[in-house]
């Protein structure tokens, strides 16, 4: 069969790095192509070359058998290679059939006809089976449908001859994830080129024919999905044998804890209107407890009330058996709280500075500004926290920004670490981050557990929350409807079981 | 007063869902009914409080005395739109106004002088356009810098205040539009009626107005959509040096002079407008109709001071403080709440 695309020899350089050496790709018409790899393994970079974003440095691309040299997405677009990005690229002010057609929209006289262009968004969500108000804004539609709008967008065009989903997966529920299926099949027995990116092994290996692993932005080979096991796949991702990976399974269910004294904190009634209901939740010391839910259940709220990010307006919390109102974050960090947060980019990291500058905020801050860590102490800590996390590069002085998604978190980690808290809660620690990088934090949180760490832990993939709690809250629509003793009867089905409301208890 | 189309809103769909949606304002709506409603209540007072307050001719002087900041006004719209912000527009004025007396004085015919300093305002938005787009400046600076070269030019070309004597332009100042029951409006008034009508126009049912909005929404999505944002970006700024010069143009028509302190702090007064208007200071929601009543609620306050007699005109400035702030903090609440 002829190559839909077929890229040879692509280099590609940043200043400093070689992105992408000598890689080869290649799609087929009608087929779902998996591009696989860990962060930093040239990825991003290869779809951003395909889809006109970079330039590159070196190599050939082949569209339909015509060479083609895209200057930008636009030529991109026109070309027939449609993208749809992991944070939707859309404009939220936007309604949704314009963010369908902007650009192309339907003209009579340069006046752009926009009953029409509402006539064909309808139809075009219509063939995604999405019955919504298409000239609502996008921001008033959830992450899943703007989602699909983003596909919307990207298949409209009757001359998609390339589509491209990176990590399109990420903000999906189940079901959606379910519906996104098989609106891919559809689209690749209509004969379309889909690349998929996913960090989801299971996804990918439900969807895709074929795979592409890359590594270390060299290409490691072409499979067919059949034909490669997951664990195999794993090993080519990383490059080393997954005994790592497979050790920490058993960890967390053997390690029961013994010793109850009084719990570090004790949540009664807490609970802060249109953020969470008011729960019961305690946390001992040396104990993980897993938050389980859905995206938007209230995992996060639930966790920022313990931090004081957010006040609670119900309840009351107990601290080492006191009341205590935690005003601000500053207070509980002045308890032995910490909460690395779910936004790296946002709440978390600081691209700007260094690893080591970054490390040292919280305990900096601790401290007050009149009181600096003496450099000598700082390079100490770092480095002891860089070897402890195995950072990479191990250069304290590198901006964290170059830092790929898993070492930006353990650089995140070592920062609440080094305040030596009694209580670290981590919320989606491993979102976004690959098989590598997951397995050395999941092995570090259960460390630290065992050291006589509490933490709690945050996570939307069930089988991380399985593996590593003793005890699961599972919430539900803002509401904490469960508490599990993590033994052999919990499974993911039960927690799955929970979250969709039909537990019989 | 001017007919302004707003966007079209698409009639909501009543079967849909079986009426899950109840009827509300629309959120993007809010901040333009709430500076309507605001002028209302302010004209009721001046109507109320002063004789003659309610006179036709005393609306049509609002339009009258503030045609030039309507027009520039017009053009802040579009790179409010976009998320940026255009400091120059003043110091163009007053470069406008002293290159156009000066050429006029020196004997050169309007034919000439016209075109010339309607291209001398958008050359420099291009320009601004340009360093923004290809250098990756923030707007703010490099139209700070536009800002203090165009007034910098104008103060080298001529310190003092020059009459202007054409006959065009004493003709245009004059020319008059007069209704039957004896009120006028004057052609910088239809100058800038005409300016507002395209400009709605354009930003509502033109690729390049909707390109402006999706840029104020999300820059980086626009590009990764294909958008041309480059081209818009400087578009805009291009556009909005012209409407700067144009408004120039009517300001010399209005005071019938050039010099090179006009327009101080104009810019100033047109952000206020717009914001006033309900255009998102981050860019991406409001419409012309918005500026045309933000600059309405300006001139209004202004008005409202003349007829009061005994306030300093100072209190303008107070007034529009307030009301600004006001109308963020209104801006914040609304966007937070659509979230």
């Not at chain 1, 529920?173 to 098989?182: G, K, M, N, P, R």
């Not at chain 2, 909501?12 to 901040?31: A, C, D, E, Q, W």
């Not at chain 2, 004057?186 to 390109?211: D, P, Q, Y």
């Not at chain 2, 970006?233 to 002079?257: D, N, P, Q």
Request: aromatic share 6%; hydrophobic share 45%; net charge neutral.
């Amino acid at each position: 069969m002829a190559e839909q695309l077929k890229m040879t020899g692509i280099k590609k350089v940043f200043p400093g790095v070689v992105a992408l050496d000598d890689v080869d790709f290649r799609l087929l018409p009608g087929e779902i192509h998996a591009l696989m790899g860990e962060n930093g393994a040239g990825k991003s970079t290869l779809i951003k070359v395909l889809t006109g974003v970079y330039d590159i440095d070196g190599g050939d691309i082949e569209l339909a058998g015509q060479k083609v040299r895209f200057t930008g997405p636009l030529q991109a677009q026109q070309a027939g290679i449609s993208t749809v990005y992991q944070e939707v690229n859309l404009c939220p002010n936007l309604s949704v059939a314009e963010n369908i057609f902007i650009g192309r929209e339907p003209r009579k006289f340069g006046r752009i006809q926009w009953s029409e262009m509402r006539k064909r968004a309808q139809v075009s969500l219509a063939r995604l089976d999405l019955d919504i108000d298409v000239s609502a804004q996008l921001d008033s539609y959830s992450l899943a449908i703007q989602q699909m709008v983003a596909i919307a967008r990207a298949t409209d065009v009757g001359t998609t001859k390339v589509l491209i989903l990176d990590e399109p997966t990420s903000s999906l529920d189940a079901s959606e994830v379910e519906q996104l299926f098989t609106i891919m099949r559809r689209l690749r027995d209509e004969g379309v080129a889909i690349l998929f990116v996913s960090h989801f092994l299971d996804q990918v290996y439900e969807i895709a024919d074929r795979m592409t692993v890359l590594r270390n932005g060299r290409l490691i080979g072409e499979y067919r999905t059949a034909e490669l096991p997951q664990m195999q796949l794993v090993s080519k991702m990383i490059g080393k044998e997954l005994e790592a990976l497979e050790q920490i399974e058993e960890h967390a269910r053997e390690a029961t804890v013994t010793e109850r004294g009084t719990p570090i904190v004790d949540a009664r009634e807490l609970g802060r209107t249109g953020a969470i209901a008011p729960f019961d939740l305690t946390i001992h010391a040396g104990e993980v407890v897993g938050l389980a839910g859905l995206l938007g259940s209230g995992r996060t709220e639930l966790a920022r009330l313990l931090f004081g990010a957010d006040r609670p307006d119900h309840g009351a919390l107990l601290i080492d058996g006191k009341p205590h109102t935690v005003k601000a974050p500053r207070e509980a960090m002045a308890e032995g709280i910490a909460f690395s947060s779910e936004n790296r980019r946002t709440e978390g990291i600081i691209g700007e500075l260094t690893v080591r500058e970054n490390m040292i905020l919280a305990m900096q801050a601790a401290r007050g500004w009149t009181r600096p860590i003496p450099r000598r102490k700082q390079d100490e800590l770092v480095d002891r926290y860089v070897k402890a996390l195995q950072i990479r590069p191990a250069d304290p002085e590198r901006l964290v920004r170059d830092l790929s998604g898993g070492n930006q978190q353990k650089v995140l980690l070592a920062r609440w670490l080094i305040t030596e808290p009694r209580l670290l809660i981590i919320d989606e620690p491993t979102r976004g981050i690959d098989v590598g990088a997951k397995a050395e934090i999941q092995r570090l949180v259960a460390q630290l557990a065992d050291g006589g760490m509490a933490v709690l832990f945050v996570s939307a993939e069930l089988e991380e929350v399985l593996r590593l709690s003793h005890k699961i809250e599972v919430l539900r629509d803002r509401r904490l409807v469960e508490e599990l003793e993590n033994g052999d009867d919990v499974d993911a089905d039960r927690i799955m079981q929970t979250i969709a409301g039909g537990a019989t208890t | 007063m001017t007919v302004v189309t707003t966007p079209p809103t698409p009639q909501r769909n009543r079967s849909l869902l079986g009426g899950r949606r109840v009827y509300r304002p629309n959120t993007k709506h809010i901040p333009v009914l709430a500076t309507l409603a605001l002028l209302i209540v302010m004209y009721s007072i001046g109507v109320y409080n002063y004789d003659s307050f309610g006179d036709t001719q005393v609306f049509l002087n609002i339009f009258v005395d503030n045609a030039f900041l309507l027009v520039v006004a017009v053009g802040m719209t579009f790179v409010i739109l976009t998320g940026g912000i255009d400091l120059s527009v003043g110091a163009v004025i007053a470069l406008t106004t002293t290159v156009a007396a000066t050429l006029l004085t020196a004997g050169w015919p309007a034919g000439v002088v016209l075109p010339l300093v309607l291209l001398i305002g958008t050359v420099l938005g291009l320009g601004m356009g340009a360093v923004i787009h290809f250098f990756k400046v923030e707007p703010f600076i490099a139209t700070l810098a536009g800002m203090f070269l165009a007034r910098g030019l104008a103060l080298l070309i001529n310190r003092n205040s020059i009459p202007i004597t054409n006959d065009f332009w004493t003709q245009m100042a004059q020319k008059r539009f007069r209704f039957d029951d004896g009120v006028f409006i004057s052609l910088n008034v239809v100058i800038a009626a005409v300016v507002v009508l395209i400009a709605a126009l354009v930003l509502a049912w033109t690729r390049f107005g909707r390109n402006v909005y999706a840029i104020g929404g999300n820059a980086d999505s626009a590009l990764l959509m294909g958008l041309p944002v480059g081209r818009t970006r400087i578009a805009v700024y291009t556009l909005s040096g012209f409407c700067a010069s144009l408004g120039g143009v009517l300001y010399s028509f209005y005071t019938s002079s050039g010099y090179s302190l006009h327009g101080q702090g104009l810019e100033l007064d047109a952000i206020a407008a717009v914001v006033i208007g309900g255009v998102l200071l981050t860019g991406g929601s409001g419409y012309v109709l918005g500026t045309v009543l933000g600059v309405l609620v300006l001139g209004l306050i202004q008005t409202i001071i003349t007829f009061q007699g005994d306030l300093n005109s100072w209190w303008t400035r107070i007034v529009v403080g307030i009301l600004l702030f006001a109308f963020i903090v209104l801006q914040r609440l609304v966007t937070r709440k659509a979230k």
